[in-house]
């Protein structure tokens, strides 16, 4: 761990360090390009700037703004601290117009990203059947495996939640932690380990670093939206249109076919592939061969074949996952949608849809969709609190992986018929030493589970149809 002076003086001058995303970077062709100057704000949740000293009603507004960006967690512990308002006599919060600067920019951010994820979510709907009729064509057709074919695109909720979750990782932990980091220990935030960046959260709190009119205004520069901004939130949504080729079985013969449909497609300019990587655990057969990644690298200038740790999972996920361009024509050009295609087997999409329901909860997503019977069914059974239970709990959690190992092997053994044709008997919850848990998180309840969350989210969704009737 490097060494940080408490006691450091404060540095004068902030870093210029811009964020490099790594990826290339497409031209989205969406309808047009939002830009701050342009996005227009109700009075409710504007506050006046222009003054020296912010109103009464400025001071309430900024307040509510405030509790908004925290729920919404754009901004981290860190720059949250220095929008912390002071309780004047009266019990109410007042604020700096240095603070109010920086909240009132981070709640335009927030909006932007929901009016942004909305429009986006349109796009998806308005070409999803063409992104879908693409890869039909490319598996040879409703007579070929493009039969198999089959697509979702990507609500609102999902694809604000990514902005907001990319844009902290890149903007906030990066560019504005660096203005901190620099004050601090004149060093870049990438220079810092982990326990650095404790240190530095320590020193916040003590009140080590103290932020200046400038500082606030250069964590509001950095909310502004330009129009970089927008190409680059756009492109934090590479599976806006998911399509999924979803086998019948997954044999030998039937993958040898896949391959073939797509090295064709990739070939003849029908498909325009960006990533390819291979999800299994390591004793997991994945759905392409090694070899024909290779190829596809060498057909494809840029393509990022990826079968390294970073696709080994924990619990044996196995799927094969590309990262696609569709080119939809249109009356005005070409169309660019950034989309995600997999490749799973009927068996094995089984597994990985009811097994979701963990990853949400361990993402700490809203589970119940603001359903209020769906809600009261997950208390009921109290699926969240036997996940946190099991994953909170390292033996627990590394038996719960082994488990999820067991059942991707067993999908794909039987699928392929390996071990001198022997095929297991299907892996029991019990037999892993969850016996707890066997009647709530084995794969046959989550199935139910998954069952009955959907026929109440369906029953919900038509009442209230009606009800708007």
Known sequence: MKILNFGINFVNTISNKTCSFGAKVHNDKLERSPENDKFVRTSANSINLSKKKLSLADMEIAASNLKDIKDEKLLNDELLYFLEPKIDAKGKATFTPSQALVIDAAHRKIEYFKKLSK?????????????????????????????????????????????????????????ML????????????????????????????????????????KVADILKSTKKDYVESVNYIKDLVGTRLVLPEGSEKELKLVEKYITKAIQNGDLQITRVSNYHANHILPYIQHDTAKYWKQLVPG????????????????????????????????????????????????????????????????????????????????????????????????????????????????????????????????????????????????????KRASEIQKKYEKTNKLEKK
């Open 119 to 175: 429009e986006l979510h349109s796009t998806a709907k308005k070409y999803g059947d063409d992104c879908a009729d693409q890869m039909r064509d490319v598996f040879g057709g409703n007579k070929g495996l493009g039969q198999y074919i089959v697509y979702r695109v990507k609500d609102s909720e999902s694809i604000y939640n990514k902005l907001i979750k990319e844009y902290k990782d890149n903007k906030v932990n990066g560019e």
């Open 178 to 217: 660096d203005i901190l980091s620099q004050k601090f220990c004149r060093m870049h935030v990438d220079d810092l380990d982990k326990d650095d960046k404790e240190i530095l959260k320590i020193a916040v709190k003590q009140g080590e670093i103290k932020f200046e009119p400038k500082d606030y205004r």
């Open 303 to 450: 393509l990022k074949v990826v079968e390294t740790s970073e696709v080994r999972k924990k619990n044996g996920y196995t799927t094969t996952q590309m990262n696609i361009v569709h080119n939809i024509p249109t009356k005005n050009g070409v169309k660019e949608i950034l989309g995600e295609f997999q490749i799973r087997t009927q068996e094995l999409n089984y597994i990985g849809n009811v097994e979701h329901i963990i990853y949400d909860i361990l993402q700490n997503k809203n589970i119940s969709k603001n359903i209020p019977e769906l809600k009261e069914y997950y208390d009921k059974i109290g699926i969240e609190k036997a996940v946190k239970e099991v994953f909170n709990d390292k033996k627990k959690e590394q038996a719960y992986f082994n488990y999820e190992k067991a059942m991707y092997y067993w999908v794909r053994n039987n699928e392929t018929q390996t071990d001198a044709n022997r095929r297991y008997p299907k892996p029991r919850l019990y037999e892993y030493g969850l016996d707890d848990y066997w009647n709530l998180l084995s794969f046959d309840s989550l199935q139910r589970i998954s």
